[in-house]
């Protein structure tokens, strides 16, 4: 080859080197900045999720969770009430009819007891200042109450015993007497008493009661856990709140029934020793008319 050829090809393997470069400059990505200066990748921000506030779940389209707002419940007494299960509220509802029972009996006893008190200790009285049986009778009249019972139970029996009097000794009469004051009293203690059983079945009851609303009420509340798969406080404190609420009711049910029993438990006592002191001023003064039944009359009115 000649030497005009030999650089003929030279030059031109140089200009195909320079344009293969040139194509595979224009083919590479431009770097607009340094490595260096690219601004670093910023993380998504976590977005804080609200008590009873549960994200929901979105797997499918690998998005982030979004959020769904379910507000708690309201945890009101009035609103526990309304979303407690269907045996919690009845439960409650009984509780609530129990206390009712429970004022309204210690009202009602409570204005028994007092006027009963009275009218014992008018009779009591009565009994005590009079000297015969006679004057007792005329002292308490015709008023009412088992005081004044007393005195003319007493004056029966004597009237029927009037003819075996002259025969017999008055033992026997003394004898039927109390045996008619003593029915006496025991009558008109259980009519005093009427209605405290109640109370002492609703406090030694009621507590249980409510305890059998809260297990109930927690056992549906952990159901509720299971099937909802989650251990959230805004989904579990509702359902124990409602349970827990029926063991407050049955102490409000019971503690005032309690008390009220005890309060009424020692008025009654008090009423049955004012009946049994005018018991026993009754048999005075028919023991004493007895004695008197064979004295002579003067010396007798001098007596009273």
């Not at 003929?8 to 990505?29: F, R, V, W």
């Not at 129990?98 to 008190?117: C, Q, Y």
């Not at 009654?268 to 004493?288: H, P, T």
Request: aromatic share 4%.
């Amino acid at each position: 080859m000649s030497r005009n050829g030999l650089f003929a090809a030279l030059a031109a393997s140089l200009i195909l080197s320079a344009g293969l470069a040139k194509a595979q400059e224009s083919a590479a990505p431009t770097v607009q900045a340094p490595l260096e200066q690219a601004p670093a990748a910023q993380a998504p921000a976590a977005t804080p999720v609200e008590p009873g506030i549960q994200p929901a779940p979105n797997g499918a389209t690998g998005e982030e969770p979004s959020i769904s707002l379910a507000l708690p419940h309201d945890l009101s007494p009035w609103g526990m009430f309304m979303n407690a299960d269907i045996v919690v509220k009845a439960v409650m509802v009984g509780l609530a009819f129990a206390s009712l029972v429970t004022w309204t009996i210690w009202l009602a006893k409570s204005l028994e007891v007092l006027g009963g008190k009275l009218r014992a200790r008018r009779a009591a009285d009565a009994i005590g200042n009079a000297a015969t049986l006679m004057q007792a009778g005329r002292a308490l009249g015709h008023s009412g109450g088992p005081g004044a019972l007393l005195v003319r139970a007493a004056e029966e029996e004597r009237a029927l015993s009037a003819g075996a009097l002259d025969h017999a000794s008055g033992d026997g009469l003394k004898e039927r007497v109390a045996s008619r004051l003593s029915r006496i009293e025991a009558a008109a203690s259980r009519r005093m008493s009427r209605g405290t059983g109640l109370l002492a079945t609703i406090g030694s009851t009621a507590p249980f009661v409510g305890l059998f609303g809260t297990v109930w009420g927690i056992m549906n509340a952990f159901i509720g856990i299971s099937q909802a798969q989650t251990t959230n406080l805004a989904v579990v404190a509702p359902g124990i709140a409602e349970a827990l609420l029926a063991t407050a009711m049955g102490l409000v049910a019971a503690i005032p029934a309690v008390v009220i029993y005890n309060v009424f438990a020692r008025s009654i006592a008090g009423y049955r020793q004012i009946l049994a002191d005018a018991s026993a001023g009754v048999e005075r003064l028919v023991s004493r008319d007895l004695d008197f039944r064979t004295v002579p009359p003067a010396t007798a009115m001098a007596a009273e």
